[in-house]
Structures are given as structure tokens and as C-alpha cells.
């Protein structure tokens, strides 16, 4: 009976991850060669005079597929019967092999993905690198029955580096792209990649005004090489493909080693030496021309100083804390990092384009890569330290030693004769020794505090009487009240106003007790006199009922009571 434990399935779920990152590798090299494949039918299906069938067609869509990993081609078919090798690639048909490989890589280990169980970071590089690699033997086999095979000496070196380096990139940036402890490792990786992007960005820009001013020939030559629309359509998609290839022409121009147009001749700022070989083809009708160079030509210059200069001063920024020593070895670690990157694309960007004087096309690699070290050296580590410096400067009103302004000074009082007499004469009394203090007896505890007794409840307050309104009260009983009203006696009225009047000196508020027939009933219900209408009043000299025809009621606010 089989026993599990946790090491084996530990084991198992790591040869399963091992496993499945090994096919998705071959995966992502079927993907890229089978975007190439879809395009070349259609462009095969399109032309009118198709050369082969569709067997032709994939034999040179896998073609493609390895040139663009940096593997040289062999033409068979040509005038004089003689092999000639293609190596230029195409640096746009790298972008979906390489760009497959990295995000394989870096979805193997990601660490969003919990579901499932992952190698270890060395275990995903060569499960995907294997995967991918075994693919892309099966295509080089196949190719060895078409027009274009592979040459297996290229063959063997580029495809390995390639899908290394792709999947080594990948597994990077899933770890969190972790740079070097140093702080001058990293601040040289940076400067390097800042100092490559301002310069390939400068050889575009240089190729696309080298294009534009040559427009009319790269025009003659466009439609010289294709008459039918399906095979401008190839062309135009060739062009393209092509101009990352150009930047890179342009990038080495600029840097002063040119490029070559073939055994003997050579592209420079200088001018274009010897008799170039340049087949007929649109983005090739941009060259300078033959002859020394002129101020256009030396403009080119610009680039690779702009460039340096960017690395300079990403170095600088990133090493302003430490010592200079460090910021030069940075600079200088930078300067080497750019060059080898832009001795790599000078070599994959050139190449041979058949025999004989063809042999040679494009930058050379260890030339470029040389000049790019060289302004790097003499422009970025000069630049490094001055940016340093300009960051380490101490602002003119924060340094310690600046003398202050004079408005500031305060001038020092001018003491009287006497005084300078007497502290001429009077000697100074010594310091007295100051006598040490006693130690600090401990304070006795505190006994603790009793505790306080729980206070009383206080007493319910007793509830307010209401308060009495002496003008607005509202009838409860207003039958009632009107009887009384009605059996109240009249007030004495002296001064015949129509109202009781005390002039009584003793009492201030009995005008207001006249006014108010109601006081003496006590009752908070009770609206003031004024309430009642004027209808209802009984002055002398006649009755309590009122007449038969009588004016209705009026409201309270009458001038007086009728009959005065």
C-alpha cells in the first residue's frame, strides 16, 4: 500500500507546474509562427501569379519565423546558381515571438495565481525555454525542404539566445524586477536604458527627416518595384517591417561609424566613401549622397550627444547621495551596459543580402557598440558628476558660514566713560563653587484616602404654580363668565370716560385692574374685557336685552362703548 506524504505530493505538484510551463513554451512557438503563416497565405492568396502552392507558402512563413530570431536564410534559387545567405532581419517580426515568449515566462510565475502550483523561478526559465526551443527545432527541420532553410550554424546559437533571454526577461518582471544591492549597479542599468531609448528615439526621428526629404525617390522606387495593388500591399507590409531597422542605421550614422553598403563602401557624417551596391528599394533611397558631408550630415551628430547626455544625468540623480567615486563607476558601468545593447541591434539590424558585394550590409556591430562606450565616457560620466554636484549645492541663504545682511546687525551699545572706569578698575569677583545639592530624601507614602460617602437623593422640586395671564386667557366656561359680566356692578367713572377709574395714588395698577372686569373671577380661562363685543355692554339708562333691531354684533377693537 502506497503511503502519501507531504513531500511527495510537494514533488508531484512541482513535476506537474514543470510539466505544464514546458507546454505552454511550445505553445507560444506555435502562436508565432502560426500569426506569420496566416499572413503569408493571404498575401499568397491574393497575388495574382502565385510562384508555389500553400506548402510553399508555410515553407516560407517558417522561413520568416527563424529570421526573425536571428537565424540566416539561404536562398537557392538564384541567377547564378550559387546559395546566397539573407541575414538582415526584420526587426518588427521579432516583436510577437519575443513579446510570447516574455508573457509565458511571467504568467508562469504569477504570484496573483494561487489555484494552481508554480516552479521555482529557474524551473519556469527552462520549462519555457525547452518548450519553445523543442518547437522550434521541429521548424528548423521543416524549413530544410523549402526555398529558404536555416542555416544551422545561426541556427544553434540565436535561437537558444533568444528564447533565454525572452523567458529570463519574463521571469524578471514576475519577481517584482529586482535590481542589484549596489546602489551604482542599478543607477548604471537605468542610465544605460535611458541613454538606448534617447537614442534609438533620436536614429527614428533622423530616418523619418532623411525619408521626407527624399520623398520623390522612395516614391519612384515604390512603385517601380510593384504594379498590381497585392504586391504594393507586400511591399508596404516589407517597409514596415523594416523601419525599426532603419532607427537603428540612423542611431549608428550618428554615432560616427555609418553603416556599410557592401564590401567597399561606407555611410558616414564624413561623407559616403567608395561605390555602394544598393539594390532598389524605397527606404534605401534615403541615403546621403556620394560625396563629403555637409553640415546636414553632421547634424546627425546630436543624437548620440542628446543621448549621452540623458545617461549622464539619470546616473547623476540616481548617485546624488553618494560619493563621487561611486557616480563615475556608474557612469562608467552605464557607458558599457548601453554599448553592448547597441552593438546587439547593430548586428541583428545588418546583415548579408546575398554574395559577393553584398556580403556586408549595415552597421557593424563591434564599430557601433565601440562608439556608443566612447560618448558615453566622454559626455555621460562628465555630465554624471556635474549633475551630482548641482544637486549636493548648498543654497546661498542656508549655508552656516554666510555673513549676514547689515540690516540684520545689531551695532553694539556704546557704554559711558564712568562705566568703563569702573570696570577698567573693579576687578571681577571669582565664580563661587556652587555647593552640591542634598540627595533627595524618598517622600513618605500617603495614607489612602477614605471613600467618600454616597450622597443623599435630592428632593422632587415641587411643581410650579401656573402663571397667571392677566390679558389673554381663553374662556373654559363662557356662559358663566358672561353672567357674571352681566351681574357685576359698574365701576365709579369721574372723568364720565365710559370705563371704571380709580384715582387712587397708592395703588399704580388700578387702571389696569378697572380695565380688567374679570380679575375678580380668578379663573386663567377668561379672555380680557376687550374680547367681548360691543353689543353686549350695559350702559346706564337701558336694559339688559338688546333692542329687537340692532346692528349685528361687532368685533372687538370699537372706539368706546355705545351710548357714551
Known amino acids: 500500500m502506497t503511503h502519501l506524504t507531504e513531500h511527495s505530493l510537494v514533488q508531484g505538484g512541482r513535476s506537474t507546474a514543470f510539466a505544464t510551463a514546458c507546454v505552454r513554451g511550445g505553445v507560444a512557438a506555435g502562436l508565432g509562427v502560426g500569426a506569420l503563416a496566416v499572413l503569408v497565405i493571404a498575401v499568397w492568396i491574393s497575388s495574382p501569379f502565385p510562384d508555389s502552392g500553400a506548402g510553399g507558402a508555410l515553407h516560407v512563413a517558417a522561413g520568416l519565423w527563424l529570421l526573425a530570431h536571428g537565424v540566416d536564410l539561404v536562398r537557392t534559387d538564384t541567377l547564378s546558381g550559387l546559395p546566397a545567405p539573407l541575414g538582415v532581419v526584420p526587426l518588427l517580426t521579432a516583436v510577437l515571438p519575443v513579446w510570447l515568449v516574455f508573457r509565458t515566462a511571467r504568467s508562469t510565475l504569477d504570484p496573483a495565481d494561487t489555484a494552481r502550483s508554480r516552479p521555482s523561478p529557474a524551473g519556469a526559465l527552462g520549462a519555457v525555454s525547452g518548450g519553445y526551443l ?29 528564447a533565454v533571454g525572452a523567458a529570463g526577461a519574463g521571469v524578471w518582471t514576475a519577481l517584482g524586477r529586482p535590481l542589484p544591492g549596489r546602489e551604482e549597479t542599478a543607477a548604471a542599468l537605468r542610465g544605460a536604458g535611458t541613454g538606448l531609448v534617447t537614442l534609438l528615439a533620436g536614429g527614428a526621428v533622423l530616418a523619418g527627416t532623411a525619408l521626407v526629404w527624399h520623398a520623390g525617390a522612395a516614391r519612384a522606387s515604390y512603385e517601380g518595384l510593384a504594379g498590381e495593388w497585392s504586391g504594393r500591399v507586400t511591399l508596404a507590409l516589407l517597409v514596415l517591417a523594416l523601419l525599426p531597422n532603419a532607427a537603428v542605421w540612423a542611431a549608428a550614422y550618428g554615432l560616427g561609424p555609418g553603416f556599410a553598403l557592401g564590401t567597399g563602401a561606407l555611410a558616414t557624417p564624413l561623407g559616403l566613401a567608395g561605390d555602394p551596391a544598393v539594390p532598389p528599394f524605397p527606404l534605401l533611397a534615403a541615403l546621403p549622397p556620394a560625396g563629403p558631408g555637409g553640415w546636414p550630415q553632421w547634424a546627425a551628430a546630436a543624437v548620440p550627444l542628446l543621448a549621452a547626455v540623458a545617461l549622464g544625468r539619470s546616473v547623476g540623480r540616481s548617485t546624488g547621495t553618494g560619493e563621487a567615486r561611486e557616480t563615475a563607476l556608474a557612469a562608467l558601468g552605464a557607458a558599457w551596459a548601453s554599448g553592448a545593447a547597441v552593438a546587439v541591434l547593430a548586428g541583428a539590424a545588418g546583415g548579408p543580402l546575398g554574395s559577393g558585394r553584398l556580403l556586408a550590409f549595415g552597421p557593424v556591430w563591434w564599430q557601433a557598440g565601440a562608439a556608443a562606450v566612447l560618448w558615453g565616457v566622454a559626455v555621460g560620466l562628465p555630465t554624471a558628476l556635474a549633475v551630482r554636484a548641482w544637486g549636493r549645492r548648498v543654497p546661498r541663504g542656508k549655508r552656516s558660514g554666510a555673513p549676514k545682511p547689515p540690516e540684520a546687525r545689531k551695532a553694539p551699545e556704546a557704554a559711558s566713560p564712568l562705566e568703563t572706569r569702573q570696570q577698567a578698575k573693579e576687578p571681577k569677583p571669582p565664580k563661587q563653587a556652587k555647593e552640591p545639592k542634598p540627595p533627595k530624601t524618598p ?26 395671564s392677566r390679558w389673554r386667557r381663553k374662556p373654559k366656561q363662557p356662559e358663566a363668565a358672561l353672567a357674571a359680566v352681566v351681574a357685576a356692578p359698574e365701576p365709579a367713572d369721574p372723568l364720565r370716560l365710559g370705563y371704571g377709574f380709580s384715582l387712587d395714588p397708592l395703588d399704580p395698577l388700578a387702571p389696569l385692574d378697572a380695565l380688567d372686569p374679570l380679575d375678580s373671577l380668578d379663573d386663567e380661562g377668561y379672555e380680557p374685557y376687550d374680547y367681548l363685543p360691543a353689543s353686549w355692554e350695559t350702559p346706564e339708562g337701558r336694559s339688559a336685552t338688546p333692542a329687537p333691531h340692532t346692528e349685528p354684533p361687532r368685533p372687538s377693537g370699537t372706539t368706546g362703548a355705545e351710548g357714551t
Open 443 to 468: 517622600k513618605a507614602a500617603k495614607p489612602p484616602k477614605p471613600p467618600k460617602p454616597p450622597k443623599p437623593p435630592k428632593p422632587p422640586k415641587p411643581p410650579k404654580p401656573p402663571k397667571r
Open 134 to 162: 523543442l518547437v522550434a527545432a521541429v521548424i528548423v527541420v521543416y524549413s530544410e525542404s523549402g526555398p529558404l532553410p536555416a542555416d544551422l550554424v545561426t541556427a544553434g546559437l540565436w535561437l537558444p539566445a533568444v
